[in-house]
């Protein structure tokens, strides 16, 4: 059981996924609310959310009455109790400019206290954020000197809120805010949490007011010890954001964060978990927390510094932490954005090697990363991934109809030999066990890794051969399905191959089609069908029909794949098809006749300006030329 607003984090889980808090969703004890005034936020949000309102004039005067009740109740007591922080939340979120302002005014005396609690953060956050969007699109004084006045305290209690959880996570989301670029998501759970989540707002042209406020909100930043928030649980996930945002924004104090992080590196580990056999390693590497932040550190580095990293901290120890349980995720990132293909071919070269004894760990992440490095870096000729996972499996060539059921099982081919022999013992009663088709979440993701490069040659035979009770079973299961998915709308597999499955698999498609996996399969088949094959798939839909429309998830297939207009007949059906095909040519078509004037104008103005700065006497003959030029360009593609 995990206490209400603490931290738990399994130092081999993704370090992406740091920190995780989890909220019991009940109410907090702390707030000593009468059940009256309880029961009146619980249907004045009942109201917000509904939002029913026949004239403007009715939401204001709710909104006046609410603030009113707010202001005698006392903020604080309001933002603590989990129902009524929601009402401020509801009302954040559609609220004037002076009914944000009035809100501001009774958050500012306690906002460190409100940034530090479980609730009142949430409302906190996406008061800041409503707060900077008002600034970016109203440019009000008031909201100004507000949001200076905000961040003043803010700045001053750094230390304090860097220590908490919810205090971490509000000084992130303000400098993703105020920067107006997102590169965190909000990982804490909370029931029924989806109020404001789309509040966010992007630019890439800040304010003034925001940039001078940026600017002494990150240099108070810096002057916290950046080496003693590398391996804090909240400074961790903080100095993260801080590093990207910094690097979007071209900030001065960049270059003392990367000397700090690279400076950690130093400090080596011999005896970690087993790992000693191969020498010292990084320790900042093997942490939980830190690790999270060299994965942003490589993101933001350039080529000669990460080739440098690599030689220096990587080279000798890449196999060790490959199959570290923390720093495979490096590992990964780094094959990511491999500075050049010296440094992938070397990478590459010896983690192939070592395919089975990561499978075996479940670490596929890094396999997934290794075949995207190799593809992208065009290594094929090196060594063929393909050949080295069914080499990892110990399958045999003759019995390449089994590599499939291998792979998303994540079992070697003899294993696999031996469940399936079992399989074929009767019970106990007499009758014949059934085939069970095992999937795992490790095996999903690698298969999906593959068919989105388009790697399925050696896979195409135990795919399209599959049972019915198989395909049935891989495209409801949630793990499986997504496999089933990819392969399905990856673009790099040919249609044929994406045909020859869908034959195999027309006749269940009613058993998957109510279902919440099912129904998506239903769908990416659909779309990637050939007339001749949707019309076999509506005839299988149809014959239940009624079925499909009243459940959930079979109704959006029907809508989604137009069969109200299959029932009417092929023909008006056919009709419908390719005039639907022929809205998406002629849009794609739009967009492209506008990318190429786009081009065309974006060349005629640097023509001029360069013909401006060489200060020739023909600048405006040639200005006439580009435009005549442009102008035939653009009969040519009418023609």
């Known amino acids: 059981m995990v206490p209400d607003g603490e931290e738990t984090y399994n130092s081999a ?5 740091v920190p995780v808090v989890y909220s019991s969703g009940g109410r907090d004890t702390a707030s000593d609310l009468p059940k009256s005034v309880l029961d009146y936020y619980v249907n004045i949000e009942k109201v917000l959310e509904k939002e029913e309102f026949d004239h403007e004039n009715e939401r204001i005067l709710l909104e006046e009455k609410l603030l009113d009740q707010i202001k005698c109740d006392g903020i604080t007591k309001i933002l603590y109790h989990w129902d009524c922080s929601r009402v401020v939340e509801r009302l954040l979120v559609n609220s004037s400019s002076a009914t944000l302002l009035e809100l501001g005014s009774l958050f500012l005396p306690d906002v460190i206290d409100l940034a530090c609690h479980n609730f009142a953060s949430h409302v906190l956050e996406l008061f800041i954020m409503k707060l900077v969007k008002e600034i970016h699109i109203k440019e009000s004084p008031e909201a100004i000197e507000l949001a200076e006045q905000v961040f003043r305290k803010l700045c001053l209690e750094v230390s304090k809120l860097i220590s908490n959880v919810h205090g971490s996570y509000t000084l992130r989301s303000s400098l993703q805010v105020l920067v107006g670029i997102k590169v965190e998501e909000d990982k804490r759970k909370r029931k029924r949490w989806d109020i404001g ?9 800040t304010h003034p007011t925001l940039k001078r406020i940026l600017h002494k909100f990150t240099k108070r930043l810096v002057k916290e010890d950046v080496g003693a928030l590398l391996w804090s649980q909240q400074g961790a996930p903080l100095l993260s954001v801080l590093l990207l945002l910094l690097h979007r924004t071209n900030n001065k104090s960049l270059p003392n964060l ?22 010292p390693l990084p320790a ?5 927390k830190s690790s999270y932040v060299v994965q942003s550190y490589i993101k933001i580095c350039n080529k000669e510094e990460l080739e440098a990293l690599y030689d220096t901290q990587y080279k000798r ?16 990132t780094l094959l990511e954005h491999a500075p050049s293909r010296i440094v992938a071919l070397d990478m590459c070269q010896q983690i192939v090697p070592i395919f089975e004894d990561l499978l075996a760990e479940s670490i596929t992440g890094v396999v997934i990363s290794v075949t995207k490095c190799s593809h992208h870096h065009g290594l094929g000729s090196s060594f063929d991934i393909i050949k080295e996972l069914q080499s990892a499996f110990h399958v045999p060539v003759d019995q390449i109809h089994d590599f499939f059921r291998c792979l998303m099982s994540l079992t070697t081919h003899d294993v696999l030999l031996e469940k399936l022999e079992s399989y074929k013992k009767p019970t106990q009663s007499g009758k014949p066990r059934r085939d069970r088709f095992e999937a795992t979440l490790a095996g999903s993701l690698l298969l999906q890794g593959l068919f989105k490069l388009g790697l399925v040659g050696k896979l195409e035979e135990g795919l399209c051969s599959l049972s019915e009770d198989h395909i049935v079973y891989l495209s409801t299961n949630p793990q499986s399905s997504h496999a089933i998915q990819a392969f399905l709308t990856s673009a790099a597999i040919s249609s044929s191959v994406k045909h020859r499955f869908i034959k195999t698999s027309v ?28 019309s076999a798939i509506g005839q299988v839909l149809l014959s239940k029909e009624q079925a499909i429309k009243d459940n959930t998830y079979g109704s959006i297939v029907w809508k989604n794949c137009n069969l109200k207009a299959f029932k009417l007949g092929v023909n008006s059906w056919e009709e419908a098809e390719r005039m639907k095909k022929k809205k998406v040519e002629s849009f794609e078509k739009l967009i492209g ?3 190429e004037k786009e081009e065309t104008l974006d060349s005629i103005q640097i023509s001029n300006g360069n013909e401006g700065k060489v200060g020739g006497d023909h600048s405006e003959d040639v200005k006439a030329r580009d435009i005549r030029q442009a102008k035939k360009s653009k009969k040519q593609r009418k023609g």
């Open 197 to 205: 989540k789309d509040s966010f707002y992007e630019t890439s042209n």
């Open 317 to 332: 120890v890449i196999v060790p932490l490959s199959l570290h349980p923390v720093a495979n995720y490096t590992v990964q």
């Open 258 to 279: 990367k000397s700090v992080i690279s400076d950690s590196f130093e400090k080596k580990v011999t005896d970690y978990k087993g790992f000693d056999q191969f020498g």
């Open 593 to 595: 006749d506008k990318n």
């Open 284 to 288: 900042v590497l093997l942490d939980s």
């Open 507 to 534: 006749f269940v498609l009613d058993k998957l089609v109510m279902t919440p996996s099912g129904s998506r399969i239903v769908e990416a088949m659909w779309a990637a069908s050939s007339n001749e094959l949707k």
């Open 13 to 17: 889980a993704n370090p992406d996924s």
